[in-house]
């Protein structure tokens, strides 16, 4: 698709969301990202993969008809994430306020904060982490984030004003972010990564649901350089159209050894957090690229 249509696309089907009733807007989309999962070999057999780890249990056997369940659950849930994020932007901020709930975890916001050394949120693939932010700027606390930038320029232009618009702030991940992001931390801001997959393909070795990949370092390098506090969260869609959020106690980045050595163990600590906040709901893990070998 050319890049005039496939912006143009985006902004219709953007703006439609956006504007259909509450009624209407996620069956749509629920069933739109049905659809796609059943005519997109690639994207179901990538998520079968992903899910298939993340369900898996030691000693026992998953069930194939189990398995086929959460994925095409996942799909569904891929599509509410689309439709929710399209929302997001028309939605008076109370209303965002009063269906968001953070049910653990909010006080290592608040300490780290006054901590004034800034915060990293390390993130996953799951649920709706704009909803998280949009909350977080509800409480006076902000986000910075960093997204990979879209094709063709204006494509991504629209995203980063639509991610702005609901008060998170948005960097395309460049040679640039770094510095910002650092920036951000020493006025004690909160940075959010999303970390559960390489985009970059320069990560850090670790085990991650029982199997070698390698997953972002930038989470662990930040905090260990900055002294900011590390925390790893998930923001669920649900019960309803209510968003619930939980948030890990801050993950340990004292200084032990070299620092390559120090960014390779707080990262695999971060892999472990991140396995937890997914099993808590997998089919609303939304990674459909290939993540394991």
Partial sequence: MAGKGRVALFKTVGGAMELLPESLDLALARRLAGL???????AR???????????????????????DHFVTRGFASYGQYWAEGAKLPGLAPRKVFRRFKIGEGLEYLYEARDRGQGTIIALP???????????????GLGMTAVAEELEPPELFAWFKAKRESI?????????????????TLKQGGVVGLLCDRDLQGNGIEVQFFGESVTMAAGPATMALRTG???????????????????????????????LREDVTRVTQAV??????????APEQ?????????
Avoid: K, M
């Fill in 271 to 280: 892999a472990h957090e991140l396995e937890g906040l997914i099993q808590r």
């Fill in 228 to 258: 900011a506090t590390l925390v790893a969260a998930a923001c669920y869609s649900g019960p309803g159209r209510d968003h619930f959020a939980v948030i890990t106690p801050p993950i340990d980045t004292t200084r032990t050894a070299r």
């Fill in 285 to 293: 893990w939304h990674v459909l690229q290939p993540r394991f070998n």
């Fill in 36 to 42: 796609y999962g059943r005519r997109s070999a690639s």
């Fill in 45 to 67: 057999g990538h998520l079968r993969t992903n899910l298939a780890h993340a369900l898996a249990a030691p000693d026992s056997a998953l069930d194939p008809a189990l398995l």
């Fill in 125 to 139: 693939h799951v649920g709706s982490w704009e909803w998280g932010g949009s909350f977080l700027n509800s409480l």
């Fill in 167 to 183: 008060g998170i702030r948005i960097e395309p991940l460049d040679e640039h972010a770094g510095t910002v992001l650092l920036t």
